[in-house]
């Protein structure tokens, strides 16, 4: 999950001294716990998914920024830290209550990844986060031909039409629509003994169990 904190001036307790800010999408990170992985592996990975959300610190539009000195993130590898929290993001998955602890940060290195089986912050600078971070993209996507091809067949004007609905009555009509089958896929016929051509249809008889 990403989160940046806001430090406040006015606070009740040590844990309420910053503000926490949740932002973009949380991002799932491939993990076998029978396998040893390191620190630098983990950051790696968590970079590749953001890559393109990442304004380039060679970009023309960032480096004429003014504040382009006040980012610290230029120095480092990485424009975020990573630190282990509980489910919620809000408090350390390491560290005791008591410690006000609001999540342990590792480095990138070659030591071996801690896995506390919870969940890992994407913590960002003020700084980094707005210079770099580009929230338009978050909604960027890459469309299968698959979902090309079934607009195409509601809306034969503009089959690129984002307003072109998929509706579940079409992909259930698909799902039960009779199939013939090619050579590969012939019928074995007990009778002849022989592979013979065949149609396949799959019917829904009721609904499963909520």
């Known amino acids: ?3 940046r904190l806001e430090r406040q001036e006015r606070y009740v307790s040590p844990m309420t001294r910053h503000k ?10 491939p993990y076998n716990s029978e396998s040893k992985i390191t620190n630098e592996h983990i950051y790696k990975i968590v970079y590749k998914q953001l890559e393109r959300l990442l ?3 060679s970009d023309s ?31 350390c998955s390491i560290c005791s209550w008591n410690r006000f602890c609001l999540g342990c940060s590792f480095e990138s290195n070659t030591k071996e990844f ?3 089986g919870d969940s890992i912050a994407i913590e960002w600078e003020s700084a980094a986060y707005y210079l770099r971070y580009l929230s338009n993209r978050e909604q960027d996507v890459e469309i299968h031909s698959s979902v090309k091809l079934t607009r195409s067949l509601n809306n034969d004007s503009n089959p690129d039409e984002l307003s072109s609905i998929v509706r579940l ?5 698909s ?5 013939n089958l090619d050579q590969k896929e012939m019928f074995n016929c007990k009778i002849c003994k022989k592979l013979q051509p065949a149609d396949k249809k799959l019917d829904i008889w009721k609904l499963p169990h909520t």
Request: one cysteine or more; glycine letters at 4%; charged letters at 30%.
């Open 55 to 57: 304004r380039k610190s």
């Open 114 to 116: 801690n896995n506390t």
């Open 20 to 29: 926490i800010i949740f932002f973009g999408q949380p991002i799932l990170i």
């Open 169 to 173: 009555e079409d992909c259930l009509e």
């Open 61 to 91: 539009l960032y480096t004429s920024n003014h504040e382009f000195n006040c980012d610290d993130s230029v120095k480092e590898r990485y424009p975020f830290v990573l630190k282990h929290v509980i489910e919620d993001g809000k408090k």
């Open 1 to 3: 999950m990403h989160r």
């Open 175 to 179: 799902f039960i629509k009779w199939e």
